[in-house]
């Protein structure tokens, strides 16, 4: 079972922001590394945010985001018809040595 | 441009036995970390498998500990996953990932089937 939550679904009209969170079930502080991904049906992922709110070249300024005590947070500004897909968050846990992902967050525009 | 191209995937027997292969190319692949990561059909993401860019750590998720093997070939370009005692639950679409906390590229994935 996955150590980090997210909501199932998130919906939101063209133009309007959504948040999706991130919620680990322990201490997430041992969490570090935090990332974000977007996945279209039949494609691979796509890495959006690193290092909890750092965008790689060539991501649209549209994707933020932030990372608290136990929560991490995706939110997209100004939604748009393409933004529907399903989004992951991932952290690398240092003390095990593993990644985890999140459940997953399904984002309908 | 980068590429990571995965093949080796199919349908196995349970209790049966698979190599994935990862040809990469289009960056210095000796220099980076690479990792093995699965989707289930329907379902989410797992990372499976960690190795960093000198075979010398070398992590593995619960769930394939002592039947999966990671291993690459920095003089080949290429990274590896010998899957053992497959089982069931084993059977997704596995890609292979390169880097550390920020998963920047990904393959297409192939798919392993485990069924009877």
């Known amino acids: 079972q996955s150590a980090l939550t997210q909501p199932a679904s998130v919906s939101g009209s063209p133009g309007q922001s959504i948040t999706i969170s991130c919620t680990a079930t322990s201490d997430f502080g041992t969490y570090h590394l935090v990332s974000w991904y977007q996945q279209h049906p039949g494609k691979a992922p796509q890495l959006i945010i690193y290092?909890?709110?750092k965008r790689p070249s060539g991501v649209s300024s549209r994707f933020s985001g932030s990372k608290s005590v136990n929560t991490a947070s995706l939110t997209i500004s100004g939604l748009q018809a393409e933004d529907e897909a399903d989004y992951y968050c991932c952290s690398y846990a240092g003390n095990r040595p593993s990644y985890v992902f999140g459940t997953g967050t399904k984002v309908t525009v | 441009d980068v590429q990571l191209v995965e093949s080796g995937g199919g349908l196995v027997k349970p209790g049966g036995s698979l190599r994935l292969t990862c040809a990469a190319s289009g960056f210095t692949f000796e220099t980076y970390t690479m990792n093995w990561v699965r989707q289930p059909p329907g379902k989410g993401l797992e990372w499976v498998s960690y190795?960093?860019?000198?075979?010398?750590?070398?992590y593995y998720a619960d769930s394939v500990r002592g039947r999966f093997t990671i291993s690459r070939d920095n003089s080949k370009n290429s990274l590896y996953l010998q899957m053992d005692s497959l089982r069931g639950e084993d059977t997704a679409v596995y890609y292979c990932v390169r880097g550390h906390g920020d998963f920047g590229a990904w393959g297409q994935g192939t798919l392993v089937a485990v069924s009877s």
């Open positions: 290092e909890g709110s």
């Open positions: 190795i960093n860019s000198g075979s010398m750590f070398i």
